[in-house]
């Protein structure tokens, strides 16, 4: 069993910057392939960003790509995602998930454990 605590979501002004940490229980952090999602009232949850097991590779949503940097400390078994440029139709809820496939599916169905959510909201 995994636990996954989100934090540092907020209200920000469009162009603004936040960093989200997604802070995990398990000793064996290192080999989850962990992701971020999000979503916006009304719509599902979709994929954000990814990062690989033990760290490393990369990807990102179309719609985040340039302006988010997802990273990891399996040290502190936390991951990161620093987000810039900061647009209105970024506001949603922040999840973090942990995948013990290491996989690196976009899709939230594959995905063993999840945090409760940050609310991240970005104001025009």
């Known amino acids: 069993q995994v636990q996954l605590v989100e934090s540092g979501g907020g209200l920000v002004q469009a162009g603004g910057s936040l960093t989200l940490s997604c802070a995990a229980s398990?000793?064996?952090?290192?080999?989850?392939?962990m992701s971020w999602f999000r979503q916006a009232p009304g719509k599902e949850r979709l994929f954000v960003a990814h990062i690989q097991r033990p760290g490393g590779r990369t990807y990102y949503a179309d719609s985040v790509k340039g302006r988010f940097s997802i990273s990891r400390d399996n040290a502190k078994n936390t991951m990161y995602l620093q987000m810039n440029s900061l647009k209105p139709e970024d506001t949603a809820v922040y999840y973090c998930?942990?995948?013990?496939?290491?996989?690196?599916?976009?899709?939230?169905?594959?995905?063993?454990?999840w945090g409760q959510g940050t609310q991240v909201t970005v104001s025009s």
């Open positions: 398990a000793r064996t952090f290192s080999s989850y392939g």
């Open positions: 998930a942990a995948d013990h496939s290491g996989a690196g599916s976009k899709w939230r169905g594959d995905y063993d454990y």
